[in-house]
């Protein structure tokens, strides 16, 4: 816990066999009270390997897509009385190591939602994000920036602490069930006057 709050990181996984359990082993576990993943219906070893470590592990019986593993990462944590929520890829693309930061970001009452940015720091493309990538990554982002009066780094960073309070007032169940998902909650942390802060974040990008 951190300052009294209920700490709980979700790992939307998706065929995560080959990174899982090194994503998890840094995890800081002094801070954080549980750990949950969804795997949405992956073909290999996923779940056997998160209970193996010990992770709570819920399986989609059908693959619904991105979004739709995020609804139940936040539903099943909101269940379990999470005061803070923190969504990491098990892929291994972000360091583990910043949900402490993250979380504390969120528990000091600075922010509302947190963001983890490959951005800042000129840390995409040093961790191997494709140029084309990083090019269509700062367009939308200017665009959206412009849009929504805003100065965000990033709007596509798959990693995010958000207050109990965000997932329970995001209306996160009318939302896209695929990649567009992600854009759509921080649209509407936006609109609802939720306040958004930004660490930066090294990323690995590999095959």
Known sequence: MILGKKIVVVLPAYKAESTLETTYSEIPMGVVDEVLLIDDSSDDRTVEIAVRLGISAFRHNSNLGYGANQKTCYKEALNRGADI???????????????????????????????????????????????????????????????????????????????????????????????????????????????????????????
Not at 154 to 183: C, K, M, Q, W
């Open 85 to 207: 929520v923190v969504m990491l890829h098990p892929d291994y693309q972000y360091t583990p190591r910043l949900v402490t930061a993250m979380a504390a970001m969120v528990a000091s009452g600075s922010y509302d939602v947190v963001i983890g940015s490959r951005i800042i720091g000129k840390n995409a493309l040093r961790g191997g994000m494709p140029l084309y990538k990083f090019m269509a990554n700062r367009f939308l982002t200017a665009f959206q920036n412009l849009v929504m009066r805003e100065k965000l780094s990033e709007y596509h960073t798959g990693y995010r602490a958000f207050s109990r309070d965000v997932l329970e007032t995001l209306p996160l169940l009318s939302n896209s069930d695929d990649f567009i998902f992600d854009n759509q909650m921080l649209v509407q942390s936006i609109a609802m006057g939720f306040t958004i802060g930004e660490i930066s974040c090294p990323t690995k990008h590999f095959p």
